[in-house]
């Protein structure tokens, strides 16, 4: 299994570092300016947070989406959580979704069954009391998804 360095809305850093990609925020630079900036190897992810960002990412040109929240997370006090559903409403988009909030290894199943690319987990790992094990349940989580699924992006999910 592989993995990616993403750099977090600095165009410039992803540029210097050689990033596989950039996630571009609400203060990021806009889509158009940071394709400028970038390589055309490195991807632009853009965080969305519902069908209609989602759609306004996909014309600009975004490589993939950031969706959230989709489950309760402190690292977004005050942000609803959408659920599954948010998913479902914006895989069709064009670029790949990638679920982010509140995800774990229990949750894993359902992100998929909505139409989900991927996942991105923060506390599912950095909470929890063994790491390393935490990952390792995650990632057998991923193959049993990407495994089953059949989709032509079986064995691409991504922790």
């Known amino acids: 299994m592989g993995g990616w360095i993403v750099v977090n809305g600095r165009t410039d850093i992803a ?12 203060g990021s630079l806009p889509i158009g300016a940071a ?24 014309a600009l040109g975004a490589d993939y989406l950031l969706l959230g929240t989709i489950f309760p997370t402190p690292s977004h006090p005050g942000m609803p959580a959408a659920g599954v559903e948010l998913i479902a409403s914006c895989a069709d988009a064009g670029p790949p979704v990638i679920g982010i909030g509140g995800i774990d290894v229990e949750s894993i199943d359902a992100v998929s ?11 599912a790992v950095w909470q929890s009391e063994d790491p390393a094990a ?17 989709s ?3 064995g691409e999910a991504r922790v």
């Open 35 to 58: 394709r400028r900036v970038l390589d055309r190897s490195c991807a632009i992810g853009v965080s969305v947070h519902g069908p209609e960002t989602c759609r306004e990412a996909s």
């Open 152 to 154: 032509s992006h079986a």
């Open 113 to 123: 069954s909505a139409g989900a690319y991927g996942v991105a987990v923060i506390r």
């Open 15 to 26: 540029r210097v570092a050689g990033a596989h990609a950039v996630q571009l925020g609400r």
């Open 134 to 150: 935490a990952v390792e349940r995650l990632v057998r989580a991923l193959e049993r998804w990407t495994g089953a699924s059949g």
